[in-house]
């Protein structure tokens, strides 16, 4: 059987770097979850890996298929500097786990939530999953199994999260294309949503 996580994590340092820090969660129940932190320039990029270890089930299957099905890792994006992001390593971890956790099977356009802020006075409790393919390519795999696809996760206020509840994904990525919203900024206010 091939090691998915030595080949996803080949696959980060190919397209983010050498990581400058690593970090490890195990959850009751889960396999262990680490987050490494890329950073160049005044960009920091947090990227799961852990996630992808298994194929994410659709939670009303009757039995999850230990080989088919999608598999993802998370990457976040943030500037340097502006607040204590290192404090989102658990709750990406969190957020990572949810497939083993709570049956969850992650994709562009959905949110994840954690309760929380993503680090300390954050005003992002969520996410919005973005469309992957842009900083890190798919991973192909052997067949039967499916890619590897790195998910770029988008933080949202909590009105820009209710707001997207109700006009969804796409309207909620325009408005911040037309307003400029700098995604990366740890400490943004959240767009204009009338």
Do not use: C
Not at 153 to 165: F, Q
Request: glycine share 8%.
């Amino acid at each position: 059987m091939v090691d998915v996580l030595a080949l996803v994590e080949a696959r980060l340092h190919t397209a983010l770097g050498v990581p400058d820090a690593r970090a490890a969660v195990t959850f009751l129940g889960t396999d262990r979850i680490e987050v490494l932190r890329f950073t160049e320039g005044d960009i920091v990029r947090y990227a799961t890996l852990g996630m992808s270890a298994q194929p994410m089930a659709d939670p009303t299957s009757a039995l999850a298929d230990p080989v088919k099905g999608p598999r993802a890792e998370l990457v976040l994006s943030v500037r340097a500097g502006l607040a204590d992001t290192d404090k989102v390593l658990r709750p990406l971890a969190v957020l990572a786990a949810s497939p083993q956790v709570e049956g969850l099977v992650v994709a562009p356009g959905a949110s994840l939530d954690v309760g929380e802020p993503l680090w300390p006075g954050a005003p992002f409790s969520s996410v919005l999953v973005a469309e992957p393919g842009g900083l890190v390519e798919d991973l192909e795999l052997d067949a039967p199994m499916d890619p590897v696809r790195f998910l770029p996760l988008l933080p949202m206020t909590t009105n820009e999260a209710a707001w997207k509840r109700v006009r969804g994904a796409k309207e909620l990525e325009e408005r911040w294309l037309t307003q400029g919203t700098d995604l990366r900024d740890p400490r943004r206010k959240s767009v204009g949503l009338d």
